[in-house]
């Protein structure tokens, strides 16, 4: 079993209150558990700042090839967002082998 994780920081476009935060990150976040059903999405970070937010995504796999192949492809579809900037992406993957 293999579970990969995956850390998006993001800076947000025209975005001046906490609310129009909302505005862009719910759908965003929505997107992402519509297109990838077998993942779990949050926004896990920059909480009180209304230009930036970083986002997880974690999936479990059989295989690490899968867990890399669903990472890229949800790393791609918040990439390809014009209304944010996606400024790093980190991943990790463990393995039940792991301690």
Request: net charge negative; aromatic share 4%.
């Amino acid at each position: 079993m293999y579970i990969g994780a995956l850390t998006l920081d993001i800076l947000l476009g025209d975005v001046h209150s906490l609310k129009q935060k909302r505005s862009v990150v719910r759908p965003l976040i929505a997107e992402v558990r519509r297109r990838f059903p077998a993942v779990a999405v949050a926004e896990t970070g920059h909480l009180d700042l209304h230009r930036r937010t970083e986002i997880g995504v974690a999936v479990v796999s059989a295989t690490a090839g899968n867990c890399g192949e669903v990472l890229d492809a949800c790393e791609r579809l918040v990439a390809f967002h014009p209304e944010i900037e996606l400024l790093s992406a980190k991943r990790r993957l463990f393995n039940e082998d792991e301690d």
